[in-house]
């Protein structure tokens, strides 16, 4: 139909129909079972996200309770909030600030904040390893001058970011000889291993002791996919890292 300008009224001619395009698919989530019986939800949840929240969900007295906790490259954030269920001082769970995987993380601390006791408090952010840390510093409680505990999960694959997860490392892990950075991951591209591997000698070059805690074999693989050694892309690895004698 021409308007009152003789111009044809195009309508929604170049308008898709519908049906044209498939839905984008709804997140998939996942529950967590934690030995208590109490289900965390994620979405993002990675082999090594369950394995370090199962790890300190069964030492939460010696490792979590009343402490304060950091974590980075938390993707689903299970850990975090697993350690804040177990009544962590203060639990930070941070990721790279992308609107999205913070959005995810808020998602997933809100789904599980009925389980969270009186006295623990759960923030989120996003934070780009190597930045300054005083953001991070803030959710302290008064007084305190760095983390108990920092959990590093999956994050170690990323060989270029080494050296800004040691700067973060340094900034806001408590100088005391019980502080503990919990460095857990699964070498999901096997062949890069002796790459990912070099993140521990370089912590011991720049203050820190590397002990191995575990290796624990999963069940399955997470991305099915993948070329190599399917063993190695179901073992999890556990390390703890904490300050050197001659730091302190």
Do not use: C
């Amino acid at each position: 139909m021409a308007d009152a300008d003789g111009l044809l009224d195009a309508g929604d001619m170049f308008k898709d129909p519908e049906g044209f395009y498939e839905p984008e698919p709804e997140p998939t989530f996942a529950d967590h079972q934690m030995h208590s019986g109490d289900v965390v939800r994620g979405n993002l949840l990675w082999n090594a996200g369950r394995t370090s929240a199962h790890y300190i969900e069964e030492r939460a007295h010696e490792l979590i309770t009343g402490k304060d906790v950091l974590e980075i490259g938390a993707a689903a954030g299970v850990p975090s909030i697993v350690s804040a269920v177990k009544g962590a001082r203060t639990a930070v769970m941070t990721d790279y600030p992308d609107p999205d995987l913070v959005e995810n993380m808020r998602f997933n601390a809100a789904a599980s904040a009925a389980l969270i006791p009186a006295g623990s408090a759960l923030h989120v952010d996003g934070y780009k390893w190597g930045n300054p840390v005083e953001p991070l510093l803030a959710y302290l409680p008064a007084g305190a001058t760095g983390f108990d505990v920092l959990i590093m999960a999956d994050v170690v694959y990323s060989h270029r970011e080494h050296p800004n997860l040691i700067k973060t490392m340094q900034q806001t892990m408590k100088k005391t000889r019980d502080a503990v950075a919990l460095v857990i991951f699964t070498p999901y591209q096997p062949y890069l291993l002796p790459k990912t591997e070099k993140f521990f000698p370089l912590a011991e070059e720049n203050g820190f002791r590397v002990t191995k805690i575990f290796e624990k074999l999963m069940d399955d693989v997470l991305f099915e996919n993948d070329p190599g050694d399917e063993r190695l892309r179901r073992t999890v690895f556990g390390y703890e890292i904490r300050w050197a004698e001659d730091q302190l």
